[in-house]
């Protein structure tokens, strides 16, 4: 941890459980303290502040709105802060006198020390001025917090009326103004970090409990980025459990605290690997859960697997990561680390047109495969379409029946054409695994590949394909149907939402997850034939 940018030094972390100390390398900016809730980090890193003494500067979100001191990590003896800093400057400047109560925030005290200076500024040019002086305005720390807060906040303005700082936005309308006591949990945050960072000492470790706490995860990295590009001087140890958070902060020393032991004062902890073969997003989301992990596929906001799965494995740290092939690595390197982290780690892809060996080969891995192509199907099973239909007080064998004919009609339609896709998957599988071979030279490559389509025979995989699927039109076979058929518009064109009485697929599938968040019969239904189609108790 680089403590003086001429003179780097490391940090010393608390004792383990073995009595040894791990020190963070020096040249490190970055120090994550991160672990699960009662793990032990905020005294961890209360230990850290004290070894700092007054080289640490310690920020508190909680302290900033509500002026509670009760944040260990801020509260730690030597340490500075600003409402230390505020307490001297009432001490040694008579002309400071902002009259705030011992109740007040953080964030009034900031506010205060930077009109202050304002103020100052502005006598010392009227002086000047007065003497005959060439003077001019110079700029202080609240012009380089107004030009922060403009450029994170865009269509806002800041004006200095009476003392105060007063805020308006475009939407207002007539460009009212509004104190800082109208501005979000959010926005008056960043206003305190902004402010107070300006007050560290030179060359401090700053220190944050709960970075996050009230700010939007569309704005943390910015805000963050934005505070340690105006103190290049300082080094910063961020106190969290947000991955979100945590991700952002690249290039950092990162801290896993385990457990605590109050007995012998030491703690469970590791320094993570630097070149684990996974993301540090990845990696930092799993350790405050305790949980076993599964990886998905989608992505956080918009997927329905990463809603869906959730409330179908709840006892799970479910964590998305957009491609099936990301899945699949994430999986092994994670379960290759499992002497270190002690976490299971689990996969989910989409079934989509893989073969039985395939699907083998990646439940043998610890990637579950569903018995359905992909996660529109799974909405689609028939305990799932039942339980629907009850719910909406729905004659749940008229709808599922209905359904079902619908759904052998549209498969029955486009046969050839998933007949074709299944076969050009399954080709380009069984070329890719062939071109592997070693071969001695370029005629023998070349060989090789023209007798490929013969070897292969694409038609006749082609012809197996359609007769397999007029088989399941034929028999009505519903759940083979739904293992072998990919279609992204399933649930519109089968008009399961109408037959349960909802208005379109967004509803449908609002309707399955508003179920599983409730303790109602059909939320058990819908578990048990999810769970059935992973083979799973």
Known sequence: MTIERNDMERILLPPSHDGERAAVDAGCRRLLIIGANGAGKTRFASHVVADLGDRAYCLSPLDALYGTRTNAVADVS??????????RMVESEPMFSAGLPDTASDLERVMAMLLHDEVVNLIAYKVNSARGEKARLGRTRLDRVIEMWKELFPG?????????????????????????????????????????????????VITVDSPDMFLHPSIIRRVWDKIESVRPDCSFIYVTHDPDFASSRSEAAVCWVRDFDAVSCSWDYDLLPPHSGISDELYLTLLGARKPVLFIEGDDLHSIDSKLYPLIFPDHTVKALGSCNRVIESTRTFNDLSAFHHLDSYGIVDRDRRSAQEVAYLRDKKILVPEVAEIENILMLEG??????????????????????????????????????????????????RIDRRFQNIAKLEEHLADLVNEINPRAIYDGFCCDFHRYVKEADY???????????????????????????????????????????????????VMDCFGLK
């Open 479 to 529: 759940a083979s149907i739904l293992l072998v058929y990919n279609q992204k518009a399933m649930i519109p064109n089968s008009g399961v939402a109408a037959a349960c009485g909802l208005s379109d697929k967004r509803a449908y599938v609002d309707a399955i997850l508003a179920l599983l968040k409730t303790d109602r019969p059909e939320a058990g239904m819908i578990r048990r034939a």
């Open 384 to 433: 799932v379409v039942r339980a629907v239909a009850r719910s909406r007080g729905k004659d749940a064998n008229r709808v599922f029946a209905r359904v079902k004919r619908t759904m052998v009609d549209m498969f029955s339609r486009e046969l050839k054409q998933q007949a074709l896709l299944h076969t050009r998957h399954y080709v380009k599988r069984t070329v890719e695994h």
């Open 78 to 87: 030597g340490a500075h802060s600003p409402a230390t800093l505020y307490r």
């Open 156 to 204: 806002n303005d800041v004006l200095i009326e009476g003392g105060r700082l007063l805020f308006s936005r475009d939407d207002d309308g007539d460009r009212s103004s509004r104190s800082s006591l109208k501005l979000s949990a959010g926005e008056k945050v960043v206003l305190y970090y902004f402010g107070a960072v300006l007050y560290a000492p030179g060359n401090s």
